[in-house]
């Protein structure tokens, strides 16, 4: 081919080409180097994201769990009780702190009711100590103040447990009288209508008489 141009500044066709070339492979370089910078950047910014997002997790706090349903409660040993009471008093023309100190002792119940008494656990007077009669029935005080005192029984094996508790207080009355209280608390559930009345006719009359043996033991 010819040169291109006249006889000065000539230029040959491959030159020409080789000139037009030139610019586009230099913006084909910086076009391909930018995509990479792009590239580069674009991972450098999904693994940041990736590390910091447990951090950022962390920080609002994950979703608590919902707790989980408390177990149901096992069944009662006595599913329908029918709870009955008792409460006597007894006038007494002393003032209740002597009154107890005659009748008020844990084993004082040997003077008034005509039980033997033997203090098998804790010390007499205080709370928890627990009384023996007739070297059989079982009795520990659950709760007591200055003047009164709470008992209970323990549930023997093969006996449905009546939840039988009892308590003695000697009640002031003005400065020089006392009313002795006597209270009992228990199921009746395991029997029926007859054996209801009677278990209650029998324990009114005994411890009527016991208060009846206070009043007398107090006043002397």
């Excluded at 009677?198 to 007398?216: C, D, I, S, W, Y």
């Amino acid at each position: 081919m010819g040169a291109v141009g006249g006889s000065r500044g000539l230029i040959a066709p491959s030159q020409a080409v080789a000139a037009d070339y030139a610019p586009r492979k230099r913006f084909q370089s910086f076009r391909g180097n930018t995509m990479n910078s792009l590239n580069r950047l674009a991972v450098r910014g999904a693994l940041v994201c990736a590390l910091l997002a447990p951090a950022a997790a962390f920080a609002q706090g994950a979703p608590a769990a919902a707790p989980a349903a408390p177990p149901a409660p096992a069944p009662l040993v006595v599913p329908n009780p029918v709870y009955d009471t008792i409460e006597l008093e007894q006038m007494v023309n002393k003032p209740a702190k002597e009154v107890w100190a005659k009748v008020g002792k844990f084993c004082d119940i040997e003077a008034w009711f005509g039980l033997k008494c033997v203090i098998t656990a804790g010390q007499e007077g205080k709370l928890g100590a627990v009384r023996t009669l007739n070297g059989t029935t079982i009795e520990p005080i659950v709760s007591m103040t200055e003047l009164s005192y709470v008992y209970t029984q323990p549930v023997r094996q093969g006996v449905t447990p009546n939840l039988y508790h009892g308590s003695l207080e000697a009640r002031p009355v003005g400065a020089n009288q006392t009313k002795l209280v006597y209270q009992m608390f228990y199921d009746v559930s395991m029997l029926d209508a007859a054996g209801r009345a009677a278990a209650k006719a029998n324990r009114v009359t005994r411890f009527t008489a016991g208060l009846q043996k206070m009043k007398e033991i107090a006043e002397k």
